[in-house]
T-cell receptor, first 111, second 115 residues
Framework: GDSVTQMEGPVTLSEEAFLTINCTYTATGYPSLFWYVQYPGEGLQLLLKATKADDKGSNKGFEATYRKETTSFHLEKGSVQVSDSAVYFCALSGSARQLTFGSGTQLTVLP | NAGVTQTPKFQVLKTGQSMTLQCAQDMNHEYMSWYRQDPGMGLRLIHYSVGAGITDQGEVPNGYNVSRSTTEDFPLRLLSAAPSQTSVYFC??????????????FGPGTRLTVL
């Protein structure tokens, strides 16, 4: 079945540092890929998505590129802020249209 | 639009008690779903629905019932609560299109503790 593996956390960075959170997936066919973010005490919000190979999703300075050859969708941001502290989830939507989530990565950004 | 709303925000139950978690959306979305979030395990799908009168099981359906009598509402029922059902529960909704690109919108969650 479909599965998503993402980088174990927690991740702690200083403000303005470069962020990478790794995500790889296993799926049949051509899934859509998503990054969701969960701020403390809140539900999940869509951060960005990509629907086909080589697509780049971007939002709020975050980027991720759909790499079919490496089955990856790594999340990057060039300069993180304290307000980026949250839990980040990689997810895919496969042939069954259901979302399969990774385990989440807790990011803490220190001033 | 209120989006996806969930009640209650917090609930404590004793083993064996039953209760219903409420979920409503005002976006006229066909697809609604329930997830549970446990530490280190991400979100796992419990049940989902693609329209009124249609429901199906997800990855972890045991111990939970759902029904969908209207487009707006998708309640989740715990028939006989067990400590293993202690978790945070999220409801989500989305449109259904021909692609798999539809964004799911999540409610704020219900934190359930079963003693």
């Amino acid at each position: 079945g479909d599965s998503v593996t993402q980088m174990e956390g927690p991740v702690t960075l200083s403000e303005e540092a470069f962020l990478t959170i790794n995500c790889t997936y296993t799926a049949t066919g051509y899934p859509s890929l998503f990054w969701y973010v969960q701020y403390p005490g809140e539900g999940l919000q869509l951060l960005l998505k990509a629907t086909k190979a080589d697509d780049k999703g971007s939002n709020k300075g975050f980027e991720a590129t759909y790499r079919k050859e490496t089955t990856s969708f790594h999340l990057e941001k060039g300069s993180v802020q304290v307000s980026d502290s949250a839990v980040y989830f990689c997810a895919l939507s496969g042939s069954a249209r259901q979302l399969t989530f990774g385990s989440g990565t807790q990011l803490t950004v220190l001033p | 639009n209120a989006g996806v709303t969930q009640t209650p925000k917090f609930q404590v139950l004793k083993t064996g008690q039953s209760m219903t978690l409420q979920c409503a959306q005002d976006m006229n979305h066909e697809y609604m779903s329930w997830y549970r979030q446990d530490p280190g395990m991400g979100l796992r799908l419990i049940h989902y629905s693609v329209g009124a009168g249609i429901t199906d099981q997800g990855e972890v359906p045991n111990g939970y019932n759902v029904s969908r009598s209207t487009t707006e509402d998708f309640p989740l029922r715990l028939l006989s609560a067990a400590p293993s059902q202690t978790s945070v529960y999220f409801c989500a909704s989305s449109k259904i299109s021909m692609s798999r690109t539809d964004t799911q919108y999540f409610g704020p969650g219900t934190r359930l503790t079963v003693l």
